[in-house]
């Protein structure tokens, strides 16, 4: 009987030994576990980051594609070189300006032999579009405006908004919402109302000034009402765009009031004769930069957008390029 107690005494509890193999299994298995929930947080993260960029850029492209497919649409006719009110008209036969707010420059946004408009690697300012604050364009980057009129008619007309009363023959006439209808123009002549945007890069959203780190945001200055007012105002279209690059595709004039597409991409066409409808198509370039810094990661790619490459940062911020050719539907 004594010897069963004392072989049950010896055999209890575990020797230093067997403690020290448990434990180190025991760290072993914590440290897999962390592993695999590190990797797995990183990889969540990555994968956020990236979905995050292409939901931004897919919101970008959904904002300025059907407003470049409309540029340079005039209602019931194509011709802007035979509407009443426009900038060249007021010019030569002395109509005063439009007194638009904020405009981006004395007559801008009736400056219809220009439907598409651009300036390629801005410095920082647009000297000649005085809406957009100097300073606030993201160096390097591209701006770019388009002038049209809504796809349908108006049905009611609004105090101080610009409109374009338009026909077939003889064409069209700019009035504001305020005044009565022209009456030059037959009674078969549609209301559309006018339609300028400007579309810029800002390194830094104004929403984010107070942040660590500003976000930079695609925005767009456009033609709005303020009252019985019309004024052009800034408003951001997202954020997570860090540069825009825009090439211009250029067709041959037409024959026989024949249009064809385009057959070459320039990057620059402020030099082209006006009106300027030999420009049929834009290819647009997005930088897209994720919302936050993985400091595990450093980025070392750099990064083409059409004939600019941007060198790599060597930030911890990842980056994604998207882009996209848009034909103007009324000009190719």
């Not at 019931?76 to 008209?89: F, L, V, W, Y």
């Not at 069209?172 to 009674?187: A, C």
């Not at 709005?224 to 690059?245: C, L, W």
């Not at 006006?274 to 198509?281: D, F, G, H, Q, Y």
Request: hydrophobic content about 35%; overall charge negative.
């Amino acid at each position: 009987m004594k010897t069963l107690t004392k072989t049950k005494l010896m055999q209890s509890g575990v020797t230093l030994v067997e403690l020290m193999i448990s434990m180190t299994i025991g760290l072993v298995l914590i440290g897999g576990a962390l592993f695999v929930y590190s990797s797995a947080r990183a990889a969540y993260t990555t994968n956020e980051s990236y979905a995050l960029m292409q939901e931004n850029a897919r919101f970008a492209l959904s904002v300025l594609e059907p407003d470049v497919q409309m540029a340079g649409y005039w209602g019931q006719h194509r011709d802007p070189t035979e509407i009443t009110g426009s900038a060249k008209d007021r010019e030569l036969s002395g109509i005063p300006l439009t007194g638009i707010g904020n405009d981006c420059a004395a007559n801008w946004v009736v400056q219809f032999d220009r439907h598409i408009e651009g300036f390629n690697d801005v410095d920082g300012s647009v000297e000649d579009w005085s809406c957009i604050d100097r300073g606030t364009i993201t160096e390097g980057s591209d701006v770019f405006a388009i002038r049209r009129v809504e796809g349908a008619p108006a049905i009611v007309l609004n105090a101080g908004q610009l409109y374009m009363r338009s026909s077939e023959k003889p064409l069209s006439e700019v009035f504001n919402g305020s005044d009565p209808e022209p009456t030059s123009l037959p009674d078969s002549a549609k209301n559309y109302a006018l339609v300028a945007n400007a579309y810029y890069v800002r390194p830094g959203s104004p929403g984010s000034d107070t942040e660590p780190v500003k976000q930079p945001a695609l925005r767009r200055v456009s033609l709005t009402t303020v009252g019985t007012t019309s004024t052009m105002r800034d408003n951001e279209v997202t954020t997570g765009i860090e540069d825009m690059q825009i090439q211009y595709g250029i067709g041959p004039a037409n024959v026989l009031g024949v249009r064809s597409g385009a057959n070459v991409y320039v990057s620059d066409i402020e030099s082209l004769t006006l009106p300027n409808n030999t420009v049929r198509s834009m290819r647009i370039w997005l930088l897209m930069r994720a919302e936050r810094q993985e400091f595990d990661y450093i980025d070392d790619k750099s990064y083409q957008l059409g004939d600019k490459i941007i060198p790599a940062t060597g930030d911890h911020y990842r980056r994604l390029v998207v882009s996209k050719t848009i034909f103007f539907r009324n000009l190719h």
